[in-house]
């Protein structure tokens, strides 16, 4: 497969900063994108205090680049649907790869695992479920999966909750309003007319309004016949519920009990389709529908959901650690944030200040001087040392072929003291297309391995 010039066919597998395609238009594409540019970047700012590249909600969109009516995609992954025009964007870790469908599947398969680090994006579902899918495209396969969740949910666990209801009624019920009654009862000389609130259980409540109104929402974007059935049976199961527009908000005001636990992934999912990170709620209806994520922040969440998982008896791991400023005087600025500051819980308290970086450190790096690591990130990686005190800094890369380079090592030493840091620039096995079942094994026993070389 040729990764470079221009690709005219209309449903696209490509790569990041991979081949150009042809757009239907434009200016109606990129406004469509922007649209969710302006929410997805804020949110993700707010979310993380983040001032990483590309997630500034006051510049252009970084989805995609354009040259005339030609795009290309930029560092994000997922898909975008223009009317007939269709692409998929895969991770460019995988681009000497031929996009057989086979290959696409086992992608796939990946860019799930890792979601399932993310607290961000993450994806609340099984990946052993996907092999029971016959999907041909990424949008098919995640309406699939979202479906298939929500019935098994709601026709597990039928969801009751307490719900805030107010009511004019004689015969008193739950409590009186008096600041109401007086306005609209009492004054109007329907004094026998009480206003009520109280709090009932009921099937029609904001949650399960919340899931039918995202499974309306995936319906009229689901193109596979199964899972249309599969959605109506859903919608059918929540007849008796009020249809209403929601936005995420509402699943803010949702209070679960310990018997509906089992619903924490179903408003993970609603939440996905109603943030707009899924689709635009303002433009649905149109032929246009995207799911982007930003790699970068995907492999950083993944590697820290991972470390978090496996090493956390030993560690403490915190992942975006800030709370220091670079300068402190005359006042405070410049605050540094790492990806992750691991704190060893033993007597010694080691730390160690990993920041991941999504480069390919690609050829022969045994004559190179700089190992393939940039100039700016080893600037970057010295004035975190030595402003927190840590002696050991480990960069993070993910691997470009199915075994992982040897890690380079590098020593910096302060002119004051004569202090060394010692920073260790590696790949971790980040991806295999031979070896997929065995990824978390081999991952923890390399991450394992170089935390010890310090």
């Keep these: 497969m040729s990764h470079g010039g221009l690709s005219m066919i209309r449903n696209r597998k490509i790569f990041e900063f991979g081949v150009q395609f042809q757009v239907n238009d434009r200016k109606v594409l990129n406004g469509y994108l922007e649209t969710i540019w302006q929410e997805y970047a804020s949110m993700l700012t707010s979310v993380n205090n983040s001032d990483s590249e590309g997630l500034d909600a006051t510049q252009s969109q970084r989805f995609l680049s354009f040259d005339g009516d030609l795009a290309r995609a930029r560092n994000f992954v997922g898909f975008v649907q223009q009317g007939e ?16 469908d086979q290959a696409c599947s086992l992608i796939i398969h990946h860019l799930f695992w890792w979601l399932t680090y993310s607290e961000k994006w993450r994806l609340p579902v099984n ?21 298939n969740e929500f019935w098994r949910t709601l026709n597990e666990t039928p ?47 904001k949650l399960n309004r919340a899931i039918k109104y995202a499974s309306q929402i995936l319906l009229k974007k689901s193109r596979l016949q199964q899972t249309r059935r599969t959605l109506e049976d859903v919608l059918f199961l929540l007849d008796d ?97 790492h990806d992750m500051l691991l704190t060893r819980k033993s007597k010694e308290a080691q730390q160690i ?24 990130d080893m600037y970057q990686m010295a004035a975190y ?14 691997n470009v072929a199915e075994s992982c380079k040897e890690p380079n090592h590098f020593k910096i030493r302060s002119a004051f003291d004569g202090t060394e840091i ?8 980040f991806w295999s297309m031979t070896n997929f079942g065995q990824l978390p094994v081999v991952l923890k026993a390399k991450l394992n391995e170089l935390i010890n070389l310090f």
């Design 127 to 147: 990946t052993s479920n996907l092999d029971n899918l016959e999907c041909d495209n990424l949008p098919d396969l995640i309406i699939s999966l979202f479906a």
């Design 241 to 337: 519920v009020t249809d209403e527009p929601c936005t995420s908000a509402i699943l803010d005001q949702v209070r679960l009990n310990p018997a509906f636990e089992n619903y924490r992934h179903t408003i993970a999912i609603c939440r996905l389709v109603l943030d707009q990170q899924l689709y635009n709620h303002q433009i649905y209806d149109q032929e246009h529908w995207s799911l982007l994520l930003p790699m970068e922040a995907i492999f950083e969440d993944f590697i820290a959901g991972f470390l978090e998982n496996e090493f956390r008896d030993t560690w403490l791991i915190e992942p975006q650690k800030g709370g220091l400023a670079l300068v402190e005087d005359p006042v405070k600025a410049f605050e540094m944030r």
């Design 85 to 100: 025009l269709y692409v998929e964007i895969y991770p460019k870790v995988f681009r000497n790869l031929n996009l057989t």
């Design 353 to 376: 200040i990993i920041d991941t970086k999504y480069k390919l450190r690609e050829g022969d790096l045994t004559a190179e001087a700089k190992k393939g690591v940039s100039q700016a």
């Design 422 to 429: 010692h920073v260790i620039a590696a790949e971790v096995p």
């Design 159 to 205: 969801l009751l909750l307490y719900h805030d209801e107010e009511a004019s009624m004689s015969i008193p019920r739950g409590r009186i309003n008096f600041s109401r009654y007086i306005n609209s009862r009492l004054g109007h000389g329907n004094a026998h007319i009480l206003e009520c609130d109280y709090v009932p259980l009921v099937y029609d409540n």
């Design 385 to 398: 040392a030595m402003r927190r005190g840590c002696k050991c800094v480990l960069l993070l890369y993910p």
